[in-house]
């Protein structure tokens, strides 16, 4: 028994990869799993805020691959979650203080504790991408519906199945379903054709999300938000669960949109 | 109106940014993925075309030769009909050509 290793990336930054890890992490410490997260954007950190984290570092990742900790030490338990850590990236230095051997070192000390890893990855395709996908047992692929956030994640997908890191599983996050709905906006059918991989999780747009990160409560904890039920839908699928899609608007029927065109409601 | 019946119908009307996205992003990708630009790719067909015509006439208005996408794979589909027109000096030597031949197998028999 081991953990997981999962790697979020992308190609484009700004997708959701934060967003996705922290709220994947707290859905799968809710289904009762052991899980640490580690942010692999270092000089650019980010996950502590958004788990509500940030009070509490004392140590960071460089600080446990230079030997100036244990890791133990360098990990930060949740408030509300014992079984949910987090290792937070180093805000001063830069990508290549950590090496793709360090993390496949780290990742392996913590394998025999945890069900899950989850890596939250840099954007690009640089130092920080391979540092985030070496220890990988599987990628997620977090894309945008927009042409230039599917060109770059067609360019990382490419590059994982030259690494022999694929076959990736994609999340289309952001997805505005009345803009699907007119036609002004690819839908997570059009996108997933088109990067022809295995889709994980659709997540529609939602205006809980960036209240949630200003207060560091992931929006997965918000039992009204769309997102954060899309969330815990896709933690469910990594651990094996066979889980339907949200009907999201692809195949809306003639009396759905009359009806909600009188009540004036989305789904 | 017809946007009404369209909206009855549930699509929607002309074709919108949605589609343009699609379809442009399919275009990008097909360069992408095997990381040859347009101008290359328009140098490439020319070079099939004229290795072609070097051993038939090739009734270039009809050629289609394009990127395909299967799955995640990328292969070169090459459409490229013979010339059939009848009044090219090509098309009648040949057939000239063809009928003296035949012509010299039945004096054989
Ligand atoms: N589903 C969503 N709905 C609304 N806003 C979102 C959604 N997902 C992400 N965001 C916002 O988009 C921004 C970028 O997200 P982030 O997770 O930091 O991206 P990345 O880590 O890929 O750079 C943040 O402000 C975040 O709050
Ligand atoms: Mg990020």
Known sequence: MGAKVITVTSGKGGVGKTTA???LGVSLARLGKKVVLIDADVGLRNLDIVMGLENRIVYDLVDVVEGRCQLRQAMIKHKQFPDLFLIPAAQTRDKTA??????????????????YILIDSPAGIERGFRNAVAPADEVLIVTNPEVSAVRDA????????????????????????????RGEMMSADDVTDILAIKLIGIVPEDEHVIPASNSGIPVTLNENSRAGAAFRNIARRLTGENVPFLPMNDSVGFFQRLARLFTGQGE | MSGFFDWMRGRSPAKNSGTVAKERLQLILVHDRINLPPERMEEMKAEILAVISKYVAVDRDNVDIALQQRNRDSLIVAEIPFSQSHDSDEARRRLAK???????EADDS
């Open chain 1, 21 to 23: 890890t922290a709220n």
């Open chain 1, 98 to 115: 950590i090496s793709p051997a360090d993390m496949i070192q780290i990742t392996d000390k913590l394998r025999p504790e945890f069900d």
């Open chain 1, 154 to 181: 067609d360019r990382i997908i490419g590059l994982l199945e030259a690494n022999n890191k694929g076959p990736a599983k994609l999340i289309i996050n952001r997805v505005n379903p009345d803009m699907v709905r």
């Open chain 2, 98 to 104: 063809a009928a003296d031949e035949a012509a010299d």
